[in-house]
């Protein structure tokens, strides 16, 4: 069997996607995320990336009229595992709610794989971390990733799906994708 032809997909196992979800998230960057881990799973024809919306509020506004609804609230969980995505913002200010997680994610951080943001996302990384960050020393913790453009989006999740499924399950995807 070739290498790009053999899938790394173990069954036993399930890979946790968290989004943090608040307010004024970019509608784009929660529903390119929700869409791909789904059609990964459509894919497998079972649920093995488990997509969960975690957030403080019972319900996320975005544009102020759409409601996201949350698996889980933050203040129930012990702590993440898996891969934690942070969706962009038209936000120009996302203090409050980055200091409302830092606490989660701090405490999780040995647990998670990796901690992907998207654009403004990353002011919560900043925050938690407690000094500015540029991207170089984000990319030397090797857990943490920052990316901007849309096409960045779409293959840093690509590369989630083929670091768990294989090649050949991601170039699938991206071809329906495209």
Known sequence: MEKNNFSLYKKDKVKFINIIAYDDMELMDY????????????YLKEEYFKINTISFKENVII?????INIDEEIENLNSFKGICIIPDS???NLDIEAKMFCEYIE????ELDNIITFGKGE???KSIFKKDVDKNEYEEMRKITTVY????????CINIIKKNLGEKIAEDLLKEIL
């Open 63 to 67: 544009d102020k009229k759409i409601k």
């Open 31 to 42: 529903s390119l995320i929700v869409k791909l881990f789904k059609d990964a799973n459509n």
């Open 123 to 125: 002011y919560i990384i």
């Open 90 to 92: 038209n936000k120009i």
């Open 149 to 156: 453009t849309y096409k960045e989006k779409v293959r840093i």
């Open 107 to 110: 405490k999780s951080y040995k």
